[in-house]
Structures are given as structure tokens and as C-alpha cells.
């Protein structure tokens, strides 16, 4: 496999930080994204400067000057970008009642907004080249919206709806566009509890106030039972880098508790989005 040159963003802990390890241990160069590398990151950032093949970027990826400044550094520096994996995700929880219109925008501003702007940004070197993938990490929440989870699935599902549609535009132009799809994992983020602002709303919800913790019991014990290894996400967007340019799938599912049933759900929504396509005859954007 030829060295490629990968951006990965959210590589402080979790998917990302297991990514930027797997594909910069292949002989790739990777450029790391976390914010605040001289404060809370300072150790995550400094530990992986340390890796071979690894440069950590300081971006915030919700900010428009901060990504194109990173993005254009990277390419004068190298001259091409190859990969972007857009990993970095925000999780909140609660009734969707509670969520204020800050909250819901907080969580757009991470999940959606974010990966399209370094989309944006890397797009045109990629269509220069006539080669590129960008992979986007959603949810099997993407597909399926949960109860106290509906804000997080409203995001991947816009993630998730990017995602396909840009799939078709720029693959005939040499770009490939790529979901993975994990399910429940013991990361950091999905230990970590980001509630909704607006608590006022919680006393009309007394009928289903023990449901929540019903859920949280059920994932938690799930993921003790099936013990699924984060690492396995790292190892799908590796697989997915080293596959033949045009060759990628739309989704890859990652997920050995409820994958059966996302795997599921996206072969028969293959099946009837072809069918779409060739109604408004864009047949051969399915070739």
C-alpha cells in the first residue's frame, strides 16, 4: 500500500485516538486533530506526537478559520491530501423536551457542521488529484432514532444523509465517500453524560422517569456481556483506507450487539435508493 497522507480528527481518546495508531503503524502519515494541546490535551497530545508517522494538529473543528488554516498548512506542507477521517463527535442526553435550541445546535455544531466543513476544505485538493476518500463515523443511531437519544440520532442521521448523497457526486470524479457505523462501545464519549439544559421539563415525564436508567442498564449490560473491543472500529477505517479506489462501501457497519439488524436495514434501503436513482435517471451514478 502506498503511504498515504490521513487527517483524523477527535484523536485525543477513543475511535480516533485507536485510528491514528493503526494507520500511522501501516507507514501512513498522520496528521492528528484535538483542541487545546497546550491544556486539557497537553498529555493525550504530547503522547501521540511521540508516535512515528504522527503530527497532532491543534484545530477547532467548529471553527471555519481554524480548519482552513490547518487544512491548507497540511497540503503546502505535503502537497496532497489523501484520507479524512471525520471521527470527533458530541453526545448529549435527555428527553428531547429538555433540549434547549442551544443544545440542539451544540450538538449540529460537532456532529454535522464540523465534518462538512473539513469536507469543504479538502474537497477541491481531492478533485485536484483525481483521488481521495473521506470517512465519516456515525452511529447505528444514525439509522435508527432511540428514545432520550433523538438530538444524537437527528445529528448522525444528518451525518448519515451528507454522507450518501455526497457518495454519488464525487465518486465518478475519483473521490470516494465512506460510513462507518459503530454500535455500542466502551469509549470515553459513551461514558461520559452531557445532559439537556431545560430540567424544568423533567416533572411531566414522571411516568417514564425510570425508563432512561432501564436503557443505560440494558447498554451497559450488553456491552459487558458481548465485551466489544473499540479497536475493531480503528481496524474497519484501516481496511476501508487500504481498499481499491472505487471499491469502497457505502457502510460499514461495526457493531456485534445490534449490527444484525442495522446490516439489515441498510440492504433494504440499498435496494429501494437504486431503484430511486434510476426513476430520476441517475443510473449511472450506481456503476
Do not use: C
Amino acid at each position: 500500500m502506498s503511504k498515504k497522507i490521513v487527517l483524523i480528527t477527535g484523536t485525543n481518546s477513543g475511535f480516533g485516538w485507536l485510528t491514528a495508531h493503526s494507520v500511522a503503524a501501516l507507514g501512513h502519515q498522520v496528521y492528528a486533530t484535538m483542541r487545546d494541546t497546550k491544556g486539557k490535551n497537553a498529555e493525550k497530545a504530547k503522547a501521540l506526537s511521540a508516535v512515528e508517522n504522527v503530527t497532532v494538529l491543534d484545530i477547532t473543528i467548529t471553527d471555519d478559520e481554524s480548519v482552513k488554516q490547518a487544512v491548507d498548512s497540511l497540503i503546502a506542507k505535503e502537497g496532497r491530501i489523501d484520507v479524512l477521517v471525520n471521527n470527533a463527535g458530541f453526545s448529549m442526553n435527555g428527553v428531547a423536551e429538555s433540549f434547549t435550541t442551544a443544545d440542539v445546535q451544540a450538538v449540529f455544531e460537532v456532529n454535522v457542521f464540523a465534518p462538512w466543513r473539513l469536507i469543504k476544505q479538502v474537497l477541491p485538493a481531492m478533485r485536484k488529484q483525481g483521488e481521495g476518500l473521506i470517512i465519516n463515523v456515525t452511529s447505528g443511531f444514525g439509522r435508527f432514532s432511540f428514545p432520550f437519544a433523538s438530538v444524537y440520532s437527528a445529528s448522525k442521521f444528518g451525518l448519515e444523509g451528507l454522507s450518501e448523497g455526497l457518495h454519488y457526486e464525487v465518486r465518478p470524479l475519483g473521490v470516494d465517500v465512506a460510513i462507518v457505523e459503530p454500535g455500542a462501545f466502551p469509549t470515553e464519549m459513551s461514558q461520559k453524560t452531557n445532559p439537556a439544559s431545560d430540567a424544568s421539563v423533567y416533572e411531566g415525564y414522571s411516568a417514564i422517569a425510570d425508563v432512561p436508567g432501564k436503557m443505560m442498564d440494558a447498554i451497559g449490560g450488553l456491552i459487558q456481556a458481548h465485551n466489544p473491543n473499540p479497536q475493531d472500529v480503528a481496524d474497519a477505517i484501516v481496511k476501508l483506507i487500504g481498499l481499491e479506489k472505487g471499491k469502497r462501501p457505502l457502510r460499514t457497519v461495526v457493531d456485534p450487539i445490534t449490527g444484525e439488524f442495522v446490516e439489515a436495514t441498510n440492504q433494504a434501503i440499498a435496494e429501494q435508493y437504486g431503484k430511486g436513482l434510476t426513476l430520476f435517471g441517475m443510473e449511472e451514478l450506481l456503476a
